[in-house]
C-alpha cells in the first residue's frame, strides 16, 4: 500500500499551467473478460462489468487527463455508455464515440476537456479490413493559448490526435494487416492536412497497438519521426535490452507485453517518404518470416531464387515465394504492392534481383545509412516568444506513468482487476521549435 501511495504523489506533483495530459486504456470489454469458466463472460454478470467500470471511471476521473483515449469499451449497451457519457460529461469532457464495424459490439472513445482542448473537427476512419478495426482522429486547439509571440498576441496551439486500437496478431500473417491500419492512418493524416492546408504541428497517436518494441509497427512508426512517449520519458532506448524494461498487457494466453502507446511527432522532425518506410517495414516481415523457416541469408536467397539456373531472383520466383510465404492475399499484399516492392528491389531495374540487392533487403542499413532522428535542444526560456513564420509549435515530454506500478518493472500483479492492459498517461508540456523544411504542410 505504501508503494502505491508513493506512486500516486508521483502523478500528483505540481505541473506547470501550461501543461497538458493525455491517457490511453484499453478497459476489456465484457464481451470479451473470461471469467473462471472459460464459456462464460463478464457481460452475462451485471454486477461484475458494472462495478468494474464504474472503478475504471473513478481512476480517469481522479487522473484528471485533459483527453482520453478508451478502447474496447462496450457500445453494444446502453447502460455502460450511459454510464460513461453522465460521468465524463458532469466532469467537462466532449465524449465522441466510434464502433468497430459488422457490429463486434466494442469500439472506441475519446473524451476531450473542455478546459484544455476545443475540437475543431472530428473525423472517423474505417479500415474495413478483416479485424473490422477503426480509429479516430480529432484536430484540437488549445482552449488556453500556450505560448505568445512578439507582438503579445495570444497563440493557441493546434494537435492532431488519434486513438486506435490494432488487430491482434492471432498468427504472423496478419502483421502485415496491422502494418496496414497504421500506414493508413498516416495516409489519412496526411490527406487531412492537405485538405485543410495546415502548416505544420504535433500529432499524437493513442492506442492499443497489440505490438511490441520489436515489431515492425514500432519500427515503421520510428522511421516516419515518431516517438514512444513512455520511453522518451524514461530514456529508454530502441535497443534488444530495453525493449521488456516495462509491460502494460497480459493477454488471453498469459503472455505479458507492451502493446500500449503514445506517439508524439513533433513538427521539427525530417522524416522519409511514408511509402518507403512502409516497403522497409514489408521487407522487414518478409525477413522476419524467412528467419522463422530457419533460413539463413543465403537460403533464403536460394528459396527466393527457386528453380533459376542464373545466381538472380525472377519477379516469378519472388512472387511465388510470397505467396508461401502467405503474404499474398487482398487482406495482405496486392499485386500492385508486390510490383512497387519488387521495384524497390531491383535497384538496377535490369528486370532481376542479384545477391547485392538482395542484401539491401535482408541488411538494409548495410546499402544507406538510416536517417537519424535529432532532437532538439529547447530551454525553458525559449517559450518567452514565438514567430509563426518559421517556427512552430510542439510538446516535449515531461511524464509518463504506467499504473499499477509493477508493470513497469515489466511485472504483472496478480490483484490487479480493472482491466487486462494498464493505463498509459503522458504530461506534455509545449514548446516552440524550428520547422524542418521537408515537413512544412507535409506529414
Not at 499551467?17 to 484499453?26: H, I, W
Not at 477503426?134 to 494537435?159: D, G, I, K, Y
Not at 527466393?304 to 539456373?309: E, R, T
Amino acid at each position: 500500500m505504501r508503494r502505491r501511495d508513493r506512486h500516486h504523489h508521483h502523478r500528483r506533483q505540481p505541473r506547470d499551467e501550461r501543461c497538458v495530459s493525455c491517457t490511453t486504456f484499453n478497459i476489456l470489454a465484457p464481451i470479451y473478460k473470461r471469467m473462471d469458466n472459460e464459456n462464460c463472460r463478464e457481460s452475462q454478470y451485471r454486477a461484475y462489468w458494472f462495478s468494474r467500470n464504474e472503478k475504471i471511471i473513478d481512476r480517469l476521473l481522479a487522473d484528471h487527463s485533459s483527453i482520453i483515449c478508451l478502447q474496447e469499451v462496450w457500445l453494444g449497451n446502453d447502460e455502460l455508455v450511459d454510464m460513461y457519457q453522465k460521468r465524463l460529461g458532469d466532469a467537462n469532457y466532449m465524449l465522441f464515440k466510434l464502433a468497430r464495424t459488422n457490429n463486434r459490439g466494442d469500439g472506441l472513445l475519446t473524451a476531450v476537456h473542455r478546459n484544455y482542448f476545443n475540437v475543431l473537427n472530428y473525423r472517423e476512419l474505417l479500415f474495413n479490413d478483416i479485424g473490422d478495426r477503426v480509429a479516430q482522429l480529432l484536430h484540437v486547439e488549445s482552449a488556453m493559448p500556450f505560448l505568445q509571440n512578439r507582438s503579445t498576441s495570444c497563440v493557441h496551439q493546434q494537435s492532431l490526435i488519434v486513438n486506435t486500437h490494432l488487430l491482434f496478431p492471432h498468427d504472423h500473417s496478419l502483421s502485415i494487416v496491422r502494418l496496414r491500419q497504421v500506414y493508413k492512418i498516416l495516409q489519412y493524416i496526411e490527406a487531412y492536412l492537405e485538405e485543410h492546408k495546415l502548416g505544420p504541428l504535433p500529432i499524437i497517436l493513442c492506442g492499443d497497438w497489440n505490438g511490441s518494441k520489436r515489431g515492425q509497427v514500432y519500427k515503421f512508426l520510428r522511421s516516419q519521426g515518431f516517438v514512444s512517449s513512455y520511453d522518451t520519458a524514461h530514456q529508454y532506448s530502441d535497443s534488444e535490452e530495453d525493449a521488456h524494461k516495462w509491460v502494460s498487457h497480459r493477454n488471453h494466453r498469459g503472455n505479458i507485453c507492451g502493446v500500449d502507446f503514445i506517439w508524439l511527432l513533433n513538427p521539427d522532425k525530417c522524416r522519409k517518404p511514408l511509402k518507403t518506410s512502409w516497403n522497409e517495414a514489408v521487407f522487414g516481415i518478409i525477413k522476419y518470416f524467412l528467419q522463422v523457416a530457419f533460413l539463413s541469408e543465403e537460403n533464403a536467397f536460394a528459396l527466393l531464387k527457386a528453380d533459376s539456373l542464373y545466381d538472380h531472383i525472377t519477379y516469378s520466383s519472388f512472387y511465388q515465394a510470397l505467396c508461401q510465404l502467405g503474404m499474398v492475399h487482398p487482406d495482405r499484399l496486392k499485386s500492385e504492392e508486390i510490383e512497387e516492392l519488387w521495384s524497390e528491389a531491383d535497384r538496377d531495374g535490369d528486370g532481376v534481383i542479384n545477391y547485392k540487392e538482395f542484401q539491401c533487403i535482408w541488411s538494409p542499413n548495410c546499402c544507406s545509412q538510416e536517417e537519424e532522428d535529432t532532437e532538439i535542444d529547447i530551454t525553458d526560456e525559449s517559450l518567452d516568444t514565438f514567430e509563426a513564420n518559421n517556427e512552430a509549435f510542439g510538446f516535449t515530454v515531461k511524464e509518463a506513468v504506467l499504473f499499477p506500478p509493477e508493470v513497469e518493472k515489466g511485472m504483472w500483479p496478480e490483484n490487479y482487476s480493472l482491466s487486462d492492459h494498464a493505463p498509459l498517461t503522458v504530461v506534455f508540456s509545449p514548446i516552440r521549435m524550428p520547422c524542418s523544411p521537408r515537413n512544412r504542410g507535409e506529414l
